[in-house]
């Protein structure tokens, strides 16, 4: 029944000829030179772009329409063509959102709305029909894609198309999972169904068992830093890198809010086994970056969400910081919050054997690099109306600069130390 | 087995099967008529020497004559057959070339350090005994600062940047030749900005802004043809032209930037919006820039937005006229008004006018819009002598300045003639037809014809 409701409802929004028609400019016999197919292509988005976007009450494209324009972005042979079907795929979701949040601010309520049997260009399904098997997006190709990208940037004889190709569906894929991602989680933090989530195509694709989830946090990670490498480079190249870097951030934020939200839903305890266990990509990460110090700080260097690079630097800091004071904590009850917080450890290097300690622990260059970071995303939270915090923390990160100097005359301030010393001590002065 | 992300063998489209080269034979034919003229020629010599053997006392000025007259028929029809597959062939691609030479940037602002208030407030802190800063390590010091994100930071937590700050940074900017300098600056400027229209947070007390004849002269000094007095230069494929310097990137995202506060703080006036608007459509004209068309795209919806209500259909007048004053008479206008996104109200209108005064210019014609359109209707495709790349720009530009706003709505008399005129270039053309853009102009008006009919 649904499925007849739902095929009837395609035939009404885009007629069947139009579909055949528009369709057909891209059914060429064959006999074409790059040129031909590139034209009838660009012709083909053009019609797309007449039927479904121009007109205020324009025919949403079908699941057919979709796919072919996707086919092009993946297969298309030039970078004109791959752009432009790139371009009307972001405006075609902008036009057609299959899932958003809808009901009034005043009352508060929101709920989500979707599109049943909306197109995707991810296909997590086990059959796949035969015309679609090429094009659409398994979870190893999301995995797959994402180490061809590392593998793109660091060696020259890649192709420059495929190279290009690449970078445009894996910036379109992530985008695609974000308009999915973002709706779903702002009704989740209110009404804490966690379904909304668990059908997001982000959990769908990482909770494929065909993902091996440490592996593919790992290659993000050196794909992000791969991506900065600061060699010569065609334009076109600099504002595609950027742009795969920035997917790529958001790609990484987006997990991190997922794996919190399915923490907050186990501990409600609306998951069920089926749900699965992973590690959440914040452990890995911080785990990561653990092992390699040139990863750390060209990480933290890229790496540009506030509120998750303090997490992660805090995390970091607190496996070396708060286990020795846990048990006194305890007994002694004072709020054990205090730890996890910048100030709270920046509090600990105001105590030279303390500050001793971690230095020697995590290395003296580190330990400034941690600092710094950390203090640059906690001043994107200072209020304004929040003076003392803000006096406090410039403070305590001025203290532990000039304890680290105090501990061991040897150690050297890194440049990025002095710039973060500097910053503080000029917050400061505008407060005063 | 299942590689879903090899590309290269997957598609059927693309692939050019391998009949291509014979059928290209077949209608070249170039080789064909080298070994044709070959056959003949040494046919001739067979002959010659056959004639020389029977008669030694044989007189070949005359002969050689005949045979110099023969080469040379050879050698013209050979060059006649190409000439008319040269026609056949061509139908070229859009593109400009809209930079020429890059001139030396001006000198940077290192001198003038001694003037940066943070630099000296810092320097009599305490923190500058770890610290270590001296006037003459001040310019290091900075640009670390800058690249790391301190700088940032500092000035958008401390809501207010400092004249020479704002100098350095935009210098940076424009000309560095670094990209971490460059970029960070341009990180710099877009959040100083982006902060006076956020709702949380101060908006940073910017000293100074850059103006608009700053901005024009980078660009001119990245070798564009801004003036509209210089024609504008087709590209051309052995074009030894270096292109604008990765620069340009960071000028567009300052110039989207400031359009995007305009609306609280107006930085250009109305005629350089205007100037800034057919600027970024000629970027978008030139190949050298096509990585970045969505970086233009992206600049041109800021720039499009930041008009005022009432000062649109005006400025959008005087940016179509401005445009098709300048514009070659060729692919490249389709080009154009396929630059605009025409989604939204406010493209929508522009890419109308454009293309309408893109018709008023191809067709040298100064009447109404009945008129516009029986002159297409007008137009005998049939005819040889029919100029059909010109038939098609004009088909692509009618469709887009009647449905690209209501005009086809409101007027169906327009309405009408614009579908007989779809029905000439869909019906009168022939799919025989073997004309340079013979099948496009009938397989668009065909589609076209399609939408017309079915509401």
Redesign the interface.
Known sequence: MSKASSSSRVMNSY?G??EA??LA??D?T??????D?N??RL?FL??VR??S??PENGIPPSKKMYQAIF?IL????R??VI?AS??ILK?LHQ?FPWVYVSGSASSGKHELETIEEAWSPFNFGSDVGSDD??????SS?FQ??IQ?MNKGVSEPEESDL?I???MFLFEYLVHFLKLDFTPRHQVYEETMDWSLLKESSLNLLLASRKVNFKHLMKDCLSTMCALVD?SEK???????Q??SLSAMKELLVMIMELDASKKKADIEGVTTRGDGVRTPALEIIVDELTYDGYLLSSFL?VF?NPKWKLEIVLQYLTKYITKPSVRTRRSNGPPADESKTLNGILKSFSNGTNAKNITKKIGPGIVQILIGHAF?AQ??F???NEGDS?TEICNSV?SA??NL?RVDQKIE?L??G??????????L??KA | MDEPLDFENDDPLVNPPATLEQRRKKVIGLDDLLSDFYKEKSKILNKQNRKRKASKLYDSDEDEHGQEALLSKYVDDCQNQMDEIDGEEDIREWGLSMFGDQKTPTPSLHADLVSCCLLKEFMNTQSNQVVDLRPDTGANFLEGLLVNGCLTRLVLTRACAEKFICKWTVNLLLYSSKEDLRSSACDFWCSILSSQIEINGAPVEIDWLPNYQELKEALESYGFRINSSQDVELAKADSESQGPPPNIRAWLKLVAACCQIRCKNPIFSTSQVEEIVEILVWLLLDRGLHGLSLLLHDCLISVIGSFKKEEWVSSCEEIANSLASRVPQDINCLRIVESVSGIDARSKLLRSSISNKMLVVLLDHKGSDANLLSSLMSIKVKEKNCNLMKTYIFLVLAENWLFSSKLAEEKPVLRDMWAVFLRNCSCQINTTDLRPYASKVRTRAAYLLQGCSSN
Request: no cysteine; proline share 2%; aromatic share 6%.
């Open positions: 007629d000829g139009l028609n528009t400019m891209l060429s064959g006999d074409k030179d790059d040129r197919a034209e009838d012709m053009g019609a007449s039927a976007l121009v086919r993946r297969f298309g042979k970078l004109e752009t790139f371009q405006q036009r098997k090429e094009t659409s997006v398994r190709s797959q894609l061809n495929k290009l190709r690449n600061p065609s334009i076109s190249m600099v504002e595609l950027k742009g260097q540009d640059l001043l994107t200072a209020n304004a803000l001025i600069f000039t100097k301030i440049p990025f002095k710039e973060v010393l500097f910053t503080a001590e000029m917050v002065k505008a």
